[in-house]
């Protein structure tokens, strides 16, 4: 071990090439992945009581007056296409973050109450002060955001813990799941249809003016977090390792949580908690990765895919329909079930 | 190539909450040297170490490099020219050793610059003083202790910063991979000039590879320089409560300590350790 001297171009030409055969494997995931978003956001455009084969769609889209069309296409399912690609993007990437930023895949927002936060605020607002529409959007964004905060309040001693915070957000999450049933079990039959929608997650009577918001949130905060890429990257290391190598550990952080909030905020407002999206998306997308780069472009798809499959079956597969949270959390619950008794196996070392 | 970074110390006192670790302690590195701080348990190595690069900010006092404040640095920078391994950092799962020895990059990269030549190079560069390049599309989480360490400190290597601190590299490690990467550090040292400032747990190995000794008693220094004057029987006692005779060192004449114990030692040197202690405690 004594050669300190410059590297011969070979040895340099083989970490070149280990470097572009990773990249081109995780660039080939997002491409696939890409392809197969677009093909079941296509699917749930041409499906439903009526089928429009795709040059129908396209006119649609295109702006043109289509007959019948216009209106199931236009009016129904563009908006719920839409809403469910958006959403599944905003819940993959958010979920990831958080997994990849506490080094936990238990660490996801569904988890650690803070969409309990924003349903929780949205059944209060529903049943106890008679709110709709924007109100009720606006209120559960701001929980959300309010949960979060008190999470990372309550965790913080010397920097925030992983653990600490997953254990604290679990809790708090607890506590606001039980809000719900309390006010639920007060609730009236028609405000009981309409909170429910808070609790599993629907896409059922989307329009353009829910789907706005969470678009535009999106369009603002995706960007902010994939500026942080190689930030998270290297948190991975340890949060010593980190900040050894220039990071800016809590400001990282906390870019990294409000942004991943606001993603799962802004979602929850206009769909409800799409049960364990944000959850799976990431583990999934590492499976399919490997370890070789960031997981947050491909979270993001595996997000949009879930939630687009899980809608279809949802309306179609089944002889009832189901709102598509149901569909996601039949996936989802084993899956948790899965990783707690993996961590007790490993001592709790994930 | 010989660096002039001064890295120092000045009045620093560190505290995690109410505990106070570290006390009004002045410390400046030899540049250009290798430092090794030694210490008994909980008496503050890690936590000056950490403090010296900037991962815990001074209750009072403060960390100068080249007479900056270290905390009021900007991360990157400072990361340029200081590295750190800490005692225990964490592989990604599945993680291979050249992407791991390629985050030391993080540093020299912006947010979107892609990955230059001079980055593959420093990676491969690392690799090879770290005798990591055969391994390096294996995944970290299957190697050995020794192979995990060398690829630990190739990812240091790949930062390429002039001043080089590490918290216990040879813990875990079998005596043959310990000095290898000791051996390793000498190199650094010597070649490219590298200041290096470990913490180790081995006094014997300390005062092999250091030139400069620091010997922290809780949280103060209680002597620092050269070994041969640092390491001495009174030095061990004071600072770890051991009795120890230290003899010169046959292979390379550094001081070597010999532990004394309650139990092997011959009977004239337990005889007069007695009589040492009997006179220091009169009854």
């Given at each position: 071990m004594t050669a300190l001297a410059a590297p011969p171009d070979a040895a340099v030409d083989s970490v070149l090439h280990q470097r572009t055969r990773r990249a081109s494997r995780r660039r080939l995931v997002i491409v696939v992945l890409a392809v197969l978003v677009v093909v079941a956001f296509a699917v749930t455009l041409m499906v439903g009581r009526t089928f429009y084969p795709p040059g129908d769609v396209l006119r649609v889209i295109t702006g043109e007056k289509v007959p019948g069309a216009s209106f199931?296409?236009?009016?129904?399912?563009l908006p719920r296409g839409v809403l469910a690609v958006v959403a599944g993007l905003s819940f993959g990437l958010a979920g990831v973050t958080f997994q990849t930023m506490l080094r936990n895949?238990?660490?996801s927002p569904d988890v650690i109450g803070i969409s309990s936060g924003a349903s929780a605020a949205a059944v209060v607002g529903i049943v106890l002060f008679s709110l709709d529409g924007t109100a009720v959007s606006s209120l559960a964004v701001a929980a959300a955001l309010g949960v979060a905060l008190l999470i990372y309040v309550l965790a913080f001693k010397d920097g925030v813990a992983g653990t600490r915070l997953i254990l604290i957000g679990i809790g708090v999450g607890a506590m606001l799941n039980s809000v719900i049933q309390y006010v639920l079990s007060r609730a009236g039959q028609w405000d009981y249809q309409e909170a429910l929608r808070w609790l599993t997650g629907s896409l059922n009577g989307t329009s353009w003016t829910t789907v706005l918001p969470a678009l535009l949130a999106l369009l603002v905060l995706a960007p902010v977090l994939l500026g942080q890429t190689r930030n998270l990257a290297t948190l991975q290391l340890g949060d010593d390792t980190a900040a050894a190598l220039g990071v800016r550990v809590e400001r990282t952080r906390v870019i990294a949580i409000i942004a991943a909030v606001g993603l799962v905020a802004f979602a929850t407002a206009a769909c409800?908690?799409?049960?364990?999206v944000s959850f799976l998306a990431g583990p999934i997308a590492a499976r399919i990765v490997g370890?070789?780069?960031?997981?947050l472009v491909p979270a993001a798809l595996v997000g949009a895919l879930l939630v687009l499959v899980a809608d279809l079956v949802g309306q179609f597969a089944l002889d009832t329909r189901f709102p598509v949270g149901v569909v996601t959390g039949v996936l989802g619950a084993p899956y948790l079930i899965y990783l707690i008794i993996r961590t007790n196996r490993a001592g709790g070392s994930l | 190539m010989t660096t002039t970074h001064t890295l120092v110390a000045e009045e620093l006192t560190l505290a995690y909450g109410e505990r106070t670790?570290?006390?009004g302690l002045d410390l400046a590195v030899p540049a250009g040297r290798i430092t090794a701080i030694v210490g008994a348990n909980a008496s503050g190595k890690s936590t000056l170490l950490r403090s010296m690069s900037r991962l815990l900010a001074p209750r009072a006092g403060r960390v100068l490099l080249d007479g900056r404040a270290v905390h009021r640095m900007p991360a990157k920078e400072l990361a340029r020219t200081l590295g750190l391994l800490p005692q225990s950092p964490i592989a990604p799962e599945g993680i291979t050793v050249s992407d791991l020895v390629g985050r030391g990059r993080h540093p020299h990269q912006g947010v979107f610059s892609r990955w230059s030549r001079e980055d593959d190079a420093a990676v491969a560069a690392a690799l090879e003083a770290t005798s990591t390049t055969e391994l390096?599309?294996?995944?970290?989480?299957?190697?050995?202790g020794g192979q995990r360490q060398r690829v630990w400190i190739a990812m240091a290597l790949a930062q390429q910063t002039d001043l080089l601190l590490l918290d216990e590299?040879?813990?875990?490690?079998d005596v043959s991979h310990q000095i290898e990467v000791l051996d390793l550090l000498t190199d650094l040292n010597r070649v490219r000039g590298t200041t290096i400032v470990m913490v180790l747990h081995d006094l014997n190995l300390a005062a092999r590879y250091a030139d400069h000794l620091v010997a922290l008693e809780s949280g103060r220094i209680h002597a620092a320089g050269e070994p041969g004057t640092v390491l001495t029987e009174d030095c061990v006692r004071a600072v770890f409560g051991l009795e120890s005779r230290v003899i010169?060192?046959?292979?390379?004449?550094k001081p070597l300590m010999l532990p004394i114990g309650r139990?092997?030692?011959?009977a004239p040197v337990a005889a007069e350790v007695r009589g040492a202690s009997e006179a220091l405690s009169p009854r």
């Open positions: 199931t296409v236009g009016r129904l399912r895949p238990l660490a409800g908690p799409i049960a364990f370890p070789n780069g960031s997981l | 670790v570290i006390e390096a599309e294996r995944a970290v989480d299957e190697l050995s590299p040879t813990t875990f490690l010169a060192d046959p292979i390379s004449g139990h092997h030692a011959t």
